[in-house]
Nanobody
């Protein structure tokens, strides 16, 4: 099970840290991704980290968001700084064990297991 938390209401320019805690699986064995879905829009890629700790970001969050993991806590984080109203969405974490991850990390279909999502609302 993946449990995402840390969402909330924040003013533009503020920060939030999302957490994705796993039970029943060891996250160090997985590639991890964060996606988001705004109302009326498709779920989109935000950030990912491979098992070998290579990180990937969508262009709109580069320099503002950081993905990391704490294997001892079996948790993946998404630190979000300088938040903008357009970051408002439900954020989901997901796991992948796909090969050739560097070529497919941004596809939702590359991930086999998803958390329930946490809502981030950024006010202007």
């Amino acid at each position: 099970q993946l449990q995402a938390s840390g969402g909330g209401l924040v003013q533009a320019g503020g920060s939030l840290r999302l957490s994705c805690a796993a039970s029943g699986r060891t996250l160090s064995n997985y590639h991890m991704g964060w996606f988001r879905q705004a109302p009326g829009r498709e779920r989109e890629f935000v950030a990912a980290e491979s098992r070998s700790r290579i990180t990937y970001y969508t262009d709109s969050v580069k320099g503002r968001f950081t993905i990391s993991r704490d294997n001892a806590k079996n948790t993946v984080y998404l630190q979000m700084n300088s938040l903008k109203p357009e970051d408002t969405a439900v954020y989901y974490c997901a796991t992948s064990q796909r090969a050739s991850y560097s070529a497919i990390y941004y596809y939702t279909s590359s991930y086999g297991y998803w958390g329930q999502g946490t809502l981030v609302t950024v006010s202007s």
